[in-house]
């Protein structure tokens, strides 16, 4: 047994008489109907996260059911708690804003409360680096839980899931290939179950994340969320979640025992050769900083160079999570990438990652998963940019872009908001060709926007119209992991805070190497310093109060993972 204080023992409030704040909280306990031989059990802590605006976790209360049982039969007590819930599509200015703040809910309250260990469920885009971030510096064990993918869907005869397929079909109702009748019609087709989106987007890359840090039990990362399993695998995370509660102080696993310097190498192969999100990258290097764990893009680099593309999801191919589940799941690719993985990783399961490989099936769908020396690409899905344009670098996802608009140079068509991309993009009197660089100004983590999901600048409409599919397309802001195309994205530092992307004016000459991993504004010095002196466009508002004046304040930078300064470990600042 734990050596902490068992259950609601745990964290007495204080009142200077320790044996009536036991007695007061075991009270109110029991105003929930709990025994008096039940409160003396362990307390496993589900901290869940459902919402009416977070359709990803519609099915949240069947997982914590499932959590609960296995909890109780095992012998503990469950207690679930919500903390705030971030649905994607639903926050204004964007989810990324409110990260860090449900990280802090997170932390906080699996602290304040009493909890021997906790199940932390969470699926949607930021939910589970939220948690992954609020539970990293945990004094107890946590087990992740993940909510699991949408299932696909049926379009006259073709096969839909969000949101790659959302966007193949707005590029061409843009185009004018598709009518209104028949946007809406796939509209109400694209996400039709329970779960996360049903691509290789940012909530599937950061659950494939998780289980390969080892924070969630093998084998959960792409279980369906409303397939039987998902339910089974909630109960098994309830039941671990309480035998590591039981387990003595010096043998208990604790997050920062999983995440460290090696796991999180593993999850950067991962990212790489799953074609995963950027904004993968971002999530990591909060989670990692968070324990003071570095996450270089220079490393990024030397990973991609060795590691390969093995998975056809969409957007880099054309699978969903679904069929990753059925092909053997997340253990088919980490059993290809075995020789690359420092595989004395310890997981929440007790085994090391090495263990758990050597235990497991050796089944595959080779359609969906490729051998190591059959790839879909012998290098990453991923690759950071640095130089003039990018001094503290930028990422592409060159899994997922027009390999010949890699080595190239085009003039700047440049966009110095998002209200001045919305206002002028789909202007016939646009000066735009299909050889130009379109460049958005003042979308990074300090500008009101907050860095969204805009990256995924839209094609002229003009351009679209004659067939365009693709063009360079670069911005401070991040682009949804369903997303595709040449698209240039965190550029560091950011226009709002003084970065050269600001300094880009209308005809510039931009270069683009992917070859020699640069992006290049060819504007002498000079110019550029008269450029500097300028007047600021674009003023990020000042915020006097409020959680808006706390990130403002204190977020740092994509390279910072755009977390807050004070909630990173120091020695990384
Ligand atoms: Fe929730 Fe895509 S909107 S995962």
Request: charged content about 25%; some cysteine; glycine content about 10%.
């Amino acid at each position: 047994m734990s050596d902490d204080p068992v259950g609601l023992a745990k964290g007495l409030t204080n009142y200077g008489d320790p044996d009536f704040s036991l007695y007061l909280r075991r009270s109110f306990a029991q105003a929930m109907g709990y025994s008096r031989e039940i409160l003396e059990r362990p307390i496993i802590g589900i901290a869940s996260s459902p919402s009416g605006f977070n359709p990803c976790h519609r099915h949240m209360p069947e997982l914590v059911d499932a959590v609960k049982r296995g909890v109780l039969a095992a012998g503990g007590l469950p207690i679930d708690f919500p903390t705030i819930s971030l649905g994607e599509t639903f926050l204004n200015p964007t989810s990324m804003m409110y990260r860090n703040l449900m990280s802090m809910d997170v932390e906080e309250m699996i602290h304040a409360q009493p909890i021997n260990a906790v199940v932390a469920i969470g699926g949607c885009d930021k939910t589970i680096p939220a948690q992954l971030m609020g539970v990293a510096n945990a004094t107890m064990p946590v087990v992740q839980l993940i909510t699991g993918p949408m299932s696909t869907s049926w379009h006259d005869g073709e096969r839909l899931g969000a949101c790659t397929d959302c966007r193949r079909f707005w590029g061409k109702y843009r185009a004018g290939e598709i009518d209104d009748v028949e946007i809406n019609r796939v509209e109400g087709r694209l996400a039709t179950t329970a779960g996360t989106c049903a691509v290789m987007g940012t909530a599937s890359t950061m659950a494939c994340l998780t289980e390969t840090l080892g924070m969630a039990l093998p084998g959960t990362a792409a279980i369906p969320a409303v397939h039987a399993d998902r339910l089974r695998a909630a109960e098994a995370s309830g039941k671990r979640a309480i035998e590591l509660a039981l387990m003595p102080k010096e043998k208990r696993i604790l997050p920062r025992d999983i995440i460290t310097e090696k796991s999180v190498e593993n999850a950067l192969r991962v990212l790489l050769a799953i074609g995963g999100s950027t904004n993968a990258i971002v999530h990591l290097t909060a989670v990692a900083g968070r324990l003071g764990i570095p996450v270089s893009l220079d490393r990024l680099n030397a990973l991609s160079d060795e590691t390969p593309v093995l998975v056809e999801l969409k957007p880099t191919g054309q699978y969903y999570m679904e069929d990753l589940y059925a092909a053997g799941g997340l253990g088919a690719v980490l059993r290809e990438l075995k020789g690359l993985l420092n595989l004395d990783c310890l997981t929440v399961s007790g085994e090391t990652l090495g263990e758990r490989l050597d235990a497991e099936r050796a089944w595959v769908d080779r359609k969906v998963v490729r051998a190591f020396d059959d790839p879909i690409e012998p290098q990453g899905g991923l690759v950071a940019l640095f130089g003039s344009l990018a001094p503290k670098g930028a990422i592409l996802k060159r899994s997922a872009a027009d390999s010949n608009l890699f080595e190239k140079e085009g003039r700047a068509i440049v966009f110095s908001s998002l209200e001045d991309l919305a206002a002028r993009v789909d202007d016939p009197d646009l000066d735009v060709t299909e050889d130009d660089f379109m460049v958005l100004q003042n979308a990074g983590p300090t500008s009101p926007a907050a860095m969204p999901e805009a990256g995924y600048l839209p094609i002229p409409k003009k351009l679209a119209r004659a067939g365009l599919k693709d063009m360079v397309r670069i911005s401070d802001a991040r682009m949804s992991g369903t997303a595709f195309g040449t698209i240039v994205l965190h550029v560091s530092p950011e226009a709002a805070a003084g970065g050269p992307l600001g300094l880009v004016r209308n005809g510039d000459r931009i270069r683009l190497s992917v070859k020699d991993r640069s992006i290049d504004l060819l504007v002498d010095d000079a110019e550029l310093e008269r450029r500097r002196a300028e007047p600021a466009d674009n003023v990020t508002p000042e915020h006097r109060r409020g959680y808006k004046k706390l990130y403002y304040d204190h977020v740092l930078q994509a390279d910072g993972g755009v977390d807050f300064d004070f909630l990173r470990d120091p020695d990384l600042l």
